[in-house]
Nanobody, 122 residues
Framework: QLQASGGGLVQAGGSLRLSCVASGRTFSDFAMGWFRQAPGKEREFVGGISRSSTTAHANSVKGRFTISRDNAKNTMYLQMNSLKPEDTAVYSC??????????????????WGQGTLVTVSS
């Protein structure tokens, strides 16, 4: 089970940190990912972190968003800085039972949490 939190309303240029807490199976066995979906748009990959803590980010967020994980706390984080109105979306976390790498395709993730809404005002 995955539980995402930390969304809210923020002005452009501001920051937010999202958290994704996992329960059930061993958290460190999974690659983790963040996805987002804006109204009327398809779900898109934001970034992810492998079992060995290698990270991957979408080009649209590189240099602004940072993903990390704390296996002792069964938690993944998404630090979002320099937020833009186009970052407004529902952000969801997901877990992939994958030994190496960070999958970018949502169909490779077996477990999903509920989303948390991020709204960036201009």
């Amino acid at each position: 089970q995955l539980q995402a939190s930390g969304g809210g309303l923020v002005q452009a240029g501001g920051s937010l940190r999202l958290s994704c807490v996992a329960s059930g199976r061993t958290f460190s066995d999974f690659a983790m990912g963040w996805f987002r979906q804006a109204p009327g748009k398809e779900r898109e990959f934001v970034g992810g972190i492998s079992r060995s803590s290698t990270t991957a980010h979408a080009n649209s967020v590189k240099g602004r968003f940072t993903i990390s994980r704390d296996n002792a706390k069964n938690t993944m984080y998404l630090q979002m800085n320099s937020l833009k109105p186009e970052d407004t979306a529902v952000y969801s976390c997901a877990a992939a039972d994958l030994r190496f790498g960070v999958p970018r395709r949502p169909e490779l993730y077996a477990y999903w949490g509920q989303g948390t809404l991020v709204t960036v005002s201009s």
